[in-house]
């Protein structure tokens, strides 16, 4: 769950320009996705066409919750929000934005129960309510002269400085504020709305929330509010804004939350500066913000202390870690030599699947995991797991992998299974996992087949039959066979908790519930001989780890106290030891215990999960609340549910290109890609599958009139569609050359259209863009500059004005990754080629093929150091043009080698590469409480570039132009931007070992 700008807009303002229209995956959702529009008085929802019926009751209670929390909140409904509900991914999430436009998303997959948005009843309602306060917090622009600007200009999202100041001056300032403010109180919307009598009451209530503030604790330190950030870089990284906002609203709440609705702090908040968030409760508290938040800080510490006094009533569980500190881990199965096999998501590292050894040693499997989901295994080593390989195409679904005895693997048919199980009897398999089912309907199902030989006899597949339903009650989870019988056990949960149910295959409706808690049971394992079962609870307010007998239903025996939290619990094949997935404060972490019931704690403690924080109200007196109108109030209980589609209209199709609205528009210094002083605009549909974009304003070189105006298209599944039409200033830095040896600039007018086709699969790790284009341009040259080289003899190869017609082709591909503690992507590959053929009548016409790839090698990333490799090569053939040209130096030149300002040659080919090592001088990773500003590292970096243009072909008779030097950045955070300025000095070996300083403010490859 987070608050969000909209990224794909980002994108649009590069993507829908003259020769960059890649038709890229600028929507929101996956290409070609239907969708229905449900209308009430305050809604517009966009939903799955498929499942638009079975979500009506949905979208009446999400009105009815919008219409409660703006009362409360004292907030105004002007017109309708549009709400989207998706069903892309096969996890649960949501964000919500106003900028450019107010949109809240929910998604409608379910949480799986060891996540801390885990509700085991109805994410979609807690879920809906944390992005309606989102929305109802940041939709608020009370201040005159910017709710004015907002009204005139619209949202805007910045792209040059103009616009900058623009957003600076028109943006609803809460907006702004710090991100744990925001998720902090969307958080004590879903726990305050939550009934308190609830197992699911809201993560303000969660066992996997106090769970961090008590290992913080343990360790005698809850992170300062400088810490609180998206971009934190230790565990848990940026979930930090959630924690600690709750624990800071959690305690406003209870110190002051009788008298004081805290949708009045929300409201003052409002009404501060941009990115001013201190002084706000100074007037309605009397006192700022960080003094507030030390207090809440010094109380959690004594609340958490006193907890862990009550868990350490009773022998603790001491284990040993055998996974990497600051790695997530999923739930491991056993291999016959005795080693685990998990996945494991390090710090520095993309998810993998990993051994470990008894004594920590662990190894490479080869297999990606994606999904962090959980592993089964068999005594034999027959493995089975889930994974969403999100490599190329994010919006894939799970799906099932068998991984055999002798190393071998294959993929089970079927989509959006999770959390499997299956059982082998020599050839003949039994398979039973979750299903994700359209409007987020989790399913039960099973399916059986035999182990044939692959193609050609090379390895195994499993041919498997139809997936069956096994009936239910309330929510499955969990799923796992028990050894030696014909039965199948799993986990429901519903409103009031959550219950342990075993059943014959062969007849479901024979159930036997063997434990019910209040609250999470997590992953169920057998013994090897399916006499005892291993399974995860929280219902004490710590998850730990339980032993039951089949034979004896509700008697449940404790085998952990963990003062952290225990998510599994995995006997091994010879039943001496039990592997468990435990935390610490420095993450999840793998360890092994033994299975001896003398080892084990005789009783595990119960804490309360407090709700609000238990600290005293203050009495102190504070300054009355200013008047508004309406007036924010306490929150009120939630109206019960009510069954039907009451309020909600019929739902009818969406279709993209009616639903074009305008977004904004503002003044900007890049009225067209070339730059001019104008405004430029947007419009899109509410999930921007289209785009429009539009400038119009002067040229930066001559001040004639330009513009632009583009569109582009993912409405369809498999392609994208762009256009564009175009009057624009084009420079040439010292392309003109006379006899005299002196060079000149010169500006050309173009005026053109073009027309795209093509697709781009952007994913987790990797993604990769195409597209041809058509299109025809007029230049001709701007009167005025001539001047400059009358009366001499023009040498240089002459310049074209006329008609050209061409196609473009483009292939990009990325495969590059952030990490936490990086400066820049690093472990990944690009690649960039681009294909053009110009017809300019007559007999001139004009071939370019231009590449460029890059490798960054993550040589130390514990100490954030890189080798960077970078080449190009350009090919050039038909007539002479300069426009056409490739270039060493100047503007317009090659961007190698650095260090040559003033252009110093031309030609038809073109080869460079660089070589450069990247480290942190200073890995400072300091933030200045609650500002938006921190400093996180200093970089520098050495080089060696070199390049060559020649008149024959790449690497031709040409001169070599080479320097050498370094670079030193300074790497910032600035709200949600960061940025790294920095200088460099370059020794310049065909300018007779000329030092060259410069200034740049972005990384060269």
């Not at 499942?51 to 949905?58: C, F, H, S, T």
């Not at 999100?390 to 991984?403: E, F, T």
């Not at 999960?609 to 209980?637: I, N, Y």
């Not at 030609?907 to 660089?914: I, K, T, V």
């Given at each position: 769950?987070?608050?969000?700008?909209?990224?794909?807009?980002?994108?649009?303002?590069?993507?829908?320009?003259?020769?960059?229209?890649?038709?890229?995956?600028?929507?929101?959702?996956?290409?070609?996705?239907?969708?229905?529009?449900?209308?009430?008085?305050?809604?517009?929802?966009?939903?799955?066409?498929?499942?638009?019926?079975?979500?009506?009751?949905v979208v009446a209670r999400a009105e009815a919750l919008y219409v409660h929390l703006a009362a409360d909140a004292g907030f105004v409904i002007q017109e309708r929000l549009t709400l989207w509900f998706s069903d892309d991914a096969d996890s649960h999430n949501g964000f919500s934005t106003v900028i450019p436009r107010p949109l809240v998303n929910i998604q409608l997959a379910p949480a799986l129960p060891e996540s801390a948005i885990f509700t085991g009843h109805d994410e979609l309602e807690r879920t809906i309510i944390h992005e309606l306060a989102h929305h109802i917090s940041n939709d608020r622009n009370p201040l005159g002269f910017r709710r004015f600007l907002d009204r005139v200009f619209?949202?805007?999202?910045?792209?040059?400085?103009?616009?900058?100041?623009?957003?600076?001056?028109?943006?609803?300032?809460?907006?702004?504020?710090?991100?744990?403010?925001?998720?902090?109180?969307?958080?004590?919307?879903?726990?305050?709305?939550?009934?308190?009598?609830?197992?699911?009451?809201?993560?303000?209530?969660?066992?996997?929330?106090?769970?961090?503030?008590?290992?913080?604790?343990?360790?005698?330190?809850?992170?300062?509010?400088?810490?609180?950030?998206?971009?934190?870089?230790?565990?848990?990284?940026?979930?930090?804004?959630?924690?600690?906002?709750?624990?800071?609203?959690?305690?406003?709440?209870?110190?002051?939350?009788?008298?004081?609705?805290f949708w009045a702090l929300v409201e003052q908040q409002s009404h501060q500066w941009f990115l001013s968030f201190q002084s706000a409760t100074k007037d309605t508290i009397g006192v700022r913000h960080q003094r507030l938040i030390d207090r809440a800080r010094a109380d959690l510490l004594t609340e958490q202390g006193k907890q862990l006094a009550i868990l350490r009533s009773q022998p603790v569980t001491n284990t040993k870690r055998l996974t990497p500190v600051e790695a997530t881990v999923a739930a491991p199965a056993w291999l016959p030599d005795g080693r685990l096999v998990a996945a494991i998501n390090g710090r520095f590292d993309l998810p993998t699947q990993r051994t470990i050894s008894?004594?920590?040693?662990?190894?490479?499997?080869?297999?990606?995991?994606?999904?962090?989901?959980?592993?089964?295994?068999?005594?034999?080593?027959?493995?089975?797991?889930?994974?969403?390989?999100?490599?190329?195409?994010?919006?894939?679904?799970?799906?099932?992998?068998?991984?055999?005895?002798?190393?071998?693997?294959?993929?089970?048919?079927?989509?959006?299974?999770?959390?499997?199980?299956?059982?082998?009897?020599?050839?003949?398999?039994?398979?039973?996992?979750?299903?994700?089912?359209?409007?987020?309907?989790?399913?039960?199902?099973?399916?059986?087949?035999?182990?044939?030989?692959?193609?050609?006899?090379?390895?195994?597949?499993?041919?498997l039959g139809a997936w069956a339903a096994v009936p239910v009650e309330g929510r499955p989870w969990s799923p796992t066979f028990r050894p030696g019988t014909g039965e199948l056990l799993w986990v429901e949960t519903d409103a009031k908790g959550s219950r342990l149910v075993l059943a014959p295959l062969a007849d479901p409706a024979k159930r036997t519930v063997l434990w019910t808690v209040k609250g999470r049971l997590l992953h169920p394992a057998w013994s090897a001989d399916g006499s005892q079962l291993f399974v995860c609870a929280d219902h004490t307010g710590v998850a730990n780890a339980w032993r039951l007998d089949p034979a004896k239903p509700g008697v449940a025996v404790p085998v952990?106290?963990?003062?952290?939290?225990?998510?599994?619990?995995?006997?091994?094949?010879?039943?001496?030891?039990?592997?468990?997935?435990?935390?610490?404060?420095?993450?999840?972490?793998?360890?092994?215990?033994?299975?001896?019931?003398?080892?084990?704690?005789?009783?595990?403690?119960?804490?309360?999960?407090?709700?609000?924080?238990?600290?005293?109200?203050?009495?102190?007196?504070?300054?009355?609340?200013?008047?508004?109108?309406?007036?924010?109030?306490?929150?009120?209980?939630?109206?019960?549910?009510?069954?039907?589609?009451?309020?909600?209209?019929?739902?009818?199709?969406?279709?993209?290109?009616?639903?074009?609205?305008?977004?904004?528009?503002?003044?900007?210094?890049?009225?067209?890609?070339?730059?001019?002083?104008?405004?430029?605009?947007?419009?899109?549909?509410?999930?921007?599958?289209?785009?429009?974009?539009?400038?119009?304003?002067?040229?930066?070189?001559?001040?004639?009139?330009?513009?632009?105006?583009?569109?582009?298209?993912?409405?369809?599944?498999?392609?994208?569609?762009?256009?564009?039409?175009?009057?624009?200033?084009?420079?040439?830095?010292?392309?003109?050359?006379?006899?005299?040896?002196?060079?000149?600039?010169?500006?050309?007018?173009?005026?053109?259209?073009?027309?795209?086709?093509?697709?781009?699969?952007?994913?987790?790790?990797?993604?990769?863009?195409?597209?041809?284009?058509?299109?025809?341009?007029?230049?001709?040259?701007?009167?005025?500059?001539?001047?400059?080289?009358?009366?001499?003899?023009?040498?240089?190869?002459?310049?074209?004005?006329?008609?050209?017609?061409?196609?473009?082709?483009?292939?990009?591909?990325?495969?590059?990754?952030?990490?936490?503690?990086?400066?820049?992507?690093?472990?990944?590959?690009?690649?960039?080629?681009?294909?053009?053929?110009?017809?300019?009548?007559?007999?001139?016409?004009?071939?370019?093929?231009?590449?460029?790839?890059?490798?960054?090698?993550?040589?130390?990333?514990?100490?954030?150091?890189?080798?960077?490799?970078?080449?190009?090569?350009?090919?050039?053939?038909?007539?002479?043009?300069?426009?056409?040209?490739?270039?060493?130096?100047?503007?317009?030149?090659?961007?190698?080698?650095?260090?040559?300002?003033?252009?110093?040659?031309?030609?038809?080919?073109?080869?460079?590469?660089?070589?450069?090592?990247?480290?942190?001088?200073?890995?400072?990773?300091?933030?200045?409480?609650?500002?938006?500003?921190?400093?996180?590292?200093?970089?520098?970096?050495?080089?060696?570039?070199?390049?060559?243009?020649?008149?024959?072909?790449?690497?031709?008779?040409?001169?070599?132009?080479?320097?050498?030097?370094?670079?030193?950045?300074?790497?910032?955070?600035?709200?949600?931007?960061?940025?790294?300025?920095?200088?460099?000095?370059?020794?310049?070996?065909?300018?007779?070992?000329?030092?060259?300083?410069?200034?740049?403010?972005?990384?060269?490859?």
């Amino acid at each position: 769950m987070r608050r969000a700008i909209v990224p794909a807009l980002l994108a649009v303002l590069a993507t829908t320009v003259p020769g960059q229209m890649w038709g890229s995956d600028s929507a929101l959702t996956a290409p070609g996705t239907s969708y229905a529009v449900i209308d009430t008085d305050h809604l517009r929802a966009l939903v799955p066409r498929e499942a638009a019926e079975q979500l009506r009751p949905v979208v009446a209670r999400a009105e009815a919750l919008y219409v409660h929390l703006a009362a409360d909140a004292g907030f105004v409904i002007q017109e309708r929000l549009t709400l989207w509900f998706s069903d892309d991914a096969d996890s649960h999430n949501g964000f919500s934005t106003v900028i450019p436009r107010p949109l809240v998303n929910i998604q409608l997959a379910p949480a799986l129960p060891e996540s801390a948005i885990f509700t085991g009843h109805d994410e979609l309602e807690r879920t809906i309510i944390h992005e309606l306060a989102h929305h109802i917090s940041n939709d608020r622009n009370p201040l005159g002269f910017r709710r004015f600007l907002d009204r005139v200009f619209g949202r805007v999202l910045p792209f040059d400085p103009l616009s900058l100041v623009v957003f600076y001056l028109a943006t609803p300032a809460h907006v702004t504020m710090p991100s744990f403010w925001h998720e902090g109180l969307a958080q004590w919307a879903e726990t305050t709305y939550a009934p308190a009598e609830s197992p699911w009451a809201g993560r303000g209530r969660d066992s996997l929330t106090h769970m961090i503030w008590r290992m913080d604790a343990a360790a005698g330190a809850v992170p300062p509010v400088s810490d609180w950030r998206p971009s934190y870089h230790h565990w848990p990284y940026g979930s930090r804004v959630y924690h600690y906002g709750l624990a800071y609203t959690r305690w406003l709440e209870a110190a002051y939350g009788r008298n004081l609705p805290f949708w009045a702090l929300v409201e003052q908040q409002s009404h501060q500066w941009f990115l001013s968030f201190q002084s706000a409760t100074k007037d309605t508290i009397g006192v700022r913000h960080q003094r507030l938040i030390d207090r809440a800080r010094a109380d959690l510490l004594t609340e958490q202390g006193k907890q862990l006094a009550i868990l350490r009533s009773q022998p603790v569980t001491n284990t040993k870690r055998l996974t990497p500190v600051e790695a997530t881990v999923a739930a491991p199965a056993w291999l016959p030599d005795g080693r685990l096999v998990a996945a494991i998501n390090g710090r520095f590292d993309l998810p993998t699947q990993r051994t470990i050894s008894a004594d920590g040693q662990i190894d490479g499997t080869g297999r990606t995991a994606w999904s962090m989901g959980g592993i089964r295994g068999l005594p034999d080593g027959t493995c089975i797991y889930g994974e969403t390989d999100g490599s190329n195409d994010p919006w894939v679904h799970s799906r099932l992998h068998v991984l055999f005895p002798d190393g071998g693997s294959t993929t089970l048919p079927g989509e959006r299974l999770l959390q499997p199980d299956l059982r082998r009897d020599g050839d003949t398999v039994q398979v039973v996992a979750l299903q994700l089912q359209p409007g987020g309907i989790t399913r039960l199902v099973q399916a059986s087949g035999a182990i044939r030989n692959g193609f050609l006899g090379i390895g195994k597949r499993v041919d498997l039959g139809a997936w069956a339903a096994v009936p239910v009650e309330g929510r499955p989870w969990s799923p796992t066979f028990r050894p030696g019988t014909g039965e199948l056990l799993w986990v429901e949960t519903d409103a009031k908790g959550s219950r342990l149910v075993l059943a014959p295959l062969a007849d479901p409706a024979k159930r036997t519930v063997l434990w019910t808690v209040k609250g999470r049971l997590l992953h169920p394992a057998w013994s090897a001989d399916g006499s005892q079962l291993f399974v995860c609870a929280d219902h004490t307010g710590v998850a730990n780890a339980w032993r039951l007998d089949p034979a004896k239903p509700g008697v449940a025996v404790p085998v952990t106290n963990t003062l952290g939290g225990v998510l599994a619990c995995v006997p091994s094949p010879d039943g001496k030891t039990l592997a468990i997935l435990d935390h610490d404060r420095q993450g999840p972490f793998l360890a092994r215990i033994a299975n001896d019931p003398a080892t084990w704690p005789p009783a595990v403690p119960e804490i309360d999960l407090a709700w609000p924080a238990p600290v005293a109200q203050d009495t102190a007196a504070r300054p009355p609340l200013p008047e508004r109108h309406p007036q924010p109030q306490l929150a009120r209980p939630l109206p019960p549910p009510v069954e039907g589609v009451a309020g909600t209209e019929a739902p009818r199709p969406y279709w993209s290109l009616p639903n074009v609205r305008p977004l904004f528009w503002t003044p900007t210094t890049v009225a067209t890609p070339e730059g001019g002083f104008g405004v430029a605009g947007y419009a899109a549909d509410p999930l921007f599958k289209e785009v429009a974009a539009g400038g119009a304003g002067f040229g930066l070189a001559k001040g004639t009139p330009v513009g632009f105006a583009a569109w582009s298209s993912s409405a369809l599944e498999w392609v994208q569609l762009a256009g564009a039409a175009w009057r624009t200033e084009r420079a040439y830095g010292d392309q003109v050359v006379t006899a005299d040896g002196q060079r000149h600039a010169y500006v050309e007018r173009a005026t053109g259209a073009q027309a795209a086709i093509g697709t781009g699969l952007a994913g987790f790790k990797r993604r990769w863009f195409g597209y041809v284009a058509l299109g025809t341009e007029y230049s001709k040259q701007i009167p005025g500059l001539e001047n400059d080289w009358d009366n001499q003899a023009v040498i240089s190869a002459p310049r074209f004005s006329g008609r050209e017609d061409y196609v473009e082709g483009v292939l990009a591909y990325d495969d590059t990754t952030f990490f936490p503690t990086s400066y820049a992507f690093e472990d990944g590959d690009t690649l960039i080629v681009k294909a053009r053929h110009s017809d300019m009548g007559g007999e001139l016409d004009h071939n370019r093929l231009f590449g460029t790839a890059t490798k960054v090698i993550s040589t130390w990333p514990r100490l954030g150091q890189q080798l960077v490799l970078g080449g190009l090569v350009g090919v050039g053939a038909g007539d002479p043009l300069p426009q056409g040209r490739f270039s060493i130096g100047g503007a317009t030149g090659l961007g190698l080698p650095r260090g040559y300002n003033d252009l110093e040659a031309t030609g038809d080919h073109a080869l460079a590469w660089s070589a450069a090592y990247r480290f942190s001088v200073l890995p400072a990773f300091t933030w200045f409480g609650t500002t938006p500003f921190g400093f996180r590292q200093l970089i520098g970096e050495v080089f060696y570039d070199a390049a060559m243009v020649s008149e024959d072909h790449p690497g031709g008779h040409g001169k070599w132009y080479r320097s050498a030097g370094g670079e030193l950045r300074a790497e910032w955070e600035i709200w949600l931007i960061r940025i790294a300025p920095g200088i460099g000095a370059a020794h310049l070996f065909q300018k007779h070992g000329e030092i060259s300083p410069y200034f740049t403010l972005a990384f060269q490859w």
